[in-house]
């Protein structure tokens, strides 16, 4: 299909110059009108049907029949004008389609202009110039076509690829979008019932109890102190959950701030000390961002779930291309046979997926969990 704005100058060149030839070699009156008049029609053709002229149908079947009698007539008036030819082959073989129609469209051109040459040459050396010329221009616009031909098909094979290559992108990127979805709502699913689901259940109990002790005139204050203990539990489970997996604005102030304000709202619903120490020569880059602050969110979870701490500290420093984020407490620790929960499988999945690592130490009063993350390199993209 002929679509390029540059087709419209060698258009304008295909019908001014052979006009301009036949003034410049003093051609008769006659020819440079019947130049001119072929020229006009040849243009006007030619802008009529190219918007309808699509890979061989029926517009780019006549535009390339009204472009060989174009190259033959403007032989016929002037051997010379069969220079013609340098348009003539590419038009067609632009419109043809397939291989096959083109050479079919590039033979009708060389008999066109062929019989052009039996017009305007004088008799005698007539067939001579046709049956060197017509074959050998017919031979190369073949071998020139096929050639342009062949680095087109690989072009379309190119863009054909890269366009499956980014389809199957972006639904591996669904797929891991829904496989986290997934992973995440097994893991609050599990969170759920080993935490909430626990005590409330200790609460449909004690309520059974209450319930039988006031119809017998039993009920006592220790079963309601034990009622409002289960109560509070439930509760400081539920708030938990929900701390954990809350949003922290990282809009304001970068990862820096994100992590004070975390540590002061941990700090207010726990009782327990928080301090941070944030080293960066530069901010991280934002998908870092939130790797990091998800690890620190799930390190002060546990702090908050099994420590039984009374202090606690998060430290992000970076060194060289890698950032690290330590979260540590002074809690009672645990062995290094113990299986891990599933926040913690969780998080060194999500660090997984970024490239880094995560180190766990049970030391009593002394532990930790250090997440390792390398950075981007700011030129790749890639992980360094």
């Known amino acids: 299909m002929i ?39 040849y243009a006007a053709a030619f802008l009529l049907l190219r918007p309808h002229a699509c890979a061989g149908n029926a517009a ?26 340098c348009i003539a082959y590419p038009v067609v073989w632009v419109l043809a389609g397939t291989r096959w129609r083109a050479v079919v469209a590039s033979l009708g051109v060389a008999v066109a202009v062929g019989a052009g040459f039996v ?30 031909w062949h680095f087109a098909s690989l072009g379309d094979e190119k863009s054909r690829l890269l366009d499956e290559l980014t389809a199957a992108q972006d639904e591996l990127a669904a797929l891991h979008r829904d496989a986290g979805v997934t992973a995440e709502r097994a893991r609050m699913s599990r969170e759920v019932h080993d935490t ?61 701030a994100a992590l004070e304000r975390l540590a002061e709202r ?20 934002r998908d870092a961002e939130v790797v990091l602050l998800r690890c620190a969110q799930e390190g002060l979870a546990n702090v908050r779930k ?35 929960g599933f926040g913690l499988a969780g998080l060194r999945d999500r660090l997984s997926l970024a490239g880094g690592t995560l180190d766990v130490d049970g030391t009593p009063s002394a532990t930790a969990i250090t997440a390792t993350l390398p950075l981007p390199d700011a030129s790749t993209g890639v992980p360094a």
């Open 60 to 85: 780019a079947i006549a535009l390339s029949a009204v472009t060989a009698a174009f190259a033959g007539i403007l032989t016929a008036l002037d051997a010379t004008l069969a220079v013609s030819q």
């Open 306 to 340: 099994h420590s039984q701490a009374s202090s606690a500290r998060v430290e992000l420093s970076l060194d060289g291309a890698t950032a690290q984020l330590r979260v540590s407490d002074d809690g009672r620790g645990f062995p290094a046979d113990v299986r891990p």
């Open 119 to 148: 017009w305007s040459v004088p008799a005698p050396a007539v067939w001579a110039v046709v049956l060197v010329s017509q074959p050998l221009s017919f031979a190369f616009s073949i071998v020139i076509g096929l050639w342009i």
């Open 266 to 285: 941990f700090e207010r619903e726990t009782r327990i000390r928080v301090s941070t120490a944030v080293s960066l020569p530069h901010p991280l880059p």
């Open 3 to 41: 679509t390029s704005r540059w087709w419209y100058v060698a258009l304008a060149a295909a019908v001014v110059a052979p006009i301009v030839y036949l003034l410049l070699d003093g051609a008769p009156a006659a020819s440079i009108w019947t130049g001119a008049i072929v020229c006009a029609v």
């Open 196 to 256: 909430v689901a626990q005590s409330l259940t200790g609460l449909v109990l004690l309520g059974q109890r209450a319930r039988r002790a006031f119809a017998a005139g039993t009920l006592d204050d220790e079963t309601l102190e034990l009622i409002e203990t289960g109560a509070r539990d439930a509760l400081a489970e539920t708030r938990a959950l929900v701390a954990a997996a809350a949003p922290v604005e990282l809009d304001h102030g970068g990862i820096a």
